[in-house]
Structures are given as structure tokens and as C-alpha cells.
């Protein structure tokens, strides 16, 4: 079934400055990616913390969390995480769009679903940061189990064992959480957005 030719996009009577006012900052999409065991739920999860506790609204959108519900019709064929990453960046997109920064927490592998990611948000606004650890360490945390599965066959297209992870050519921020503290790393990320002017000390 093809795309209707009668679909507008229908803007509401609020600019995007005007919702920025109520938040008190810009809304923006904090990409977190990288292989499984990098660390980007758990360093999603404090950032969030971190910035609501801030003043600042903030939302995580996560992997496992969104195939619960709103991809849970998607497999993990190549061609299923690319729609799963297409899906996520339009939502994202919304949330900065509404003021929010949403903070995403996907392996996407792919640059290709990356990059459609920033041009759903508009670059000034994403900021693609690469949890760029070890393979070796990634497996040996293997907080779910999943490596030991893929090795062992039980797990096919799994990114690192026999599903390729694209790594990222130039993100606003690399984070090697083998060397870095969860805290460290979310300083960094904070950091970030001050300096681009996404968000001010706490208010």
C-alpha cells in the first residue's frame, strides 16, 4: 500500500519557542548507541535523573521498552531494525519537538538509521553519542545473558557476533565506559549540552 498523496503536516497555534518557554529550555535528542553491555540504559537512566533533578525535562526512550509496545510487531532481521530505529528517531523528533530532551538507548548498528534519526530531529538538535567500549568487555558484563547465547548459536543476527555494528564516523561525544564511571559519563553528556546551549546550570 502506498503513502496517501493527501497527508499534511498540520501545525498546531504554539511555535517551538513558545513551548521551550514552559520547559525553559530547548528540546533536543540525546542518541546514546553502541554495542549491547556498552552501558547505554544505565547511563540513560541516571541522565534523565540528573537533568529532571536539574530542572530540566527529560525522557528516556528505550530499546527493550519500546518493543514492548509500539515495535513489538518488529523482528531482528536487518530490515526489522531498520524500521525499529525509523520509528523511534520520528518519535524522538516529536519529543524535542515538544520541548523534551529525549534520550534514546539503542544499539542501532546502523549509520544509515542514524543518520535518518538526525534529519527526523534536524542536526542542531541531535546529538549522536557513541559508547565506544571494548567487545571483549561488553561480553564479559553480558548483563542479559545474550552473548553467551549468540556463541553458543542460540541467538542468530546478533550485533557484535554475526550482525555487524556500524560504528559512528563523527559523534558530538565518544564515551569509553570501560574507563569512564557511569557519573563521569554522565557529566560528559551534561557537559555537552551546556555548551551548546540545550540546557542552563540548575535553576
Known sequence: MGKSENIVWSAGFLSKSEREQLTGHKGCVVW???LSGSGKSTIAKELELSLVKSGNMAYILDGDNIRHGLNSDLGFSDDGRDENIRRIGEVAALFADAGVIAITAFISPFAKGREQARRAAGNSRFFEVFLDVPLHVCEARDPKGLYGKARKGEISNFTGIDS???KPHAPEL???TSA???EDSVKMVILMLKRNNF????R
Open 199 to 202: 540546557i542552563e546550570d540548575e
Open 32 to 34: 546514546l548507541t553502541g
Open 174 to 176: 565518544v564515551l569509553d
Open 180 to 182: 569512564l564511571s557511569v
Open 164 to 166: 555487524v555494528y556500524e
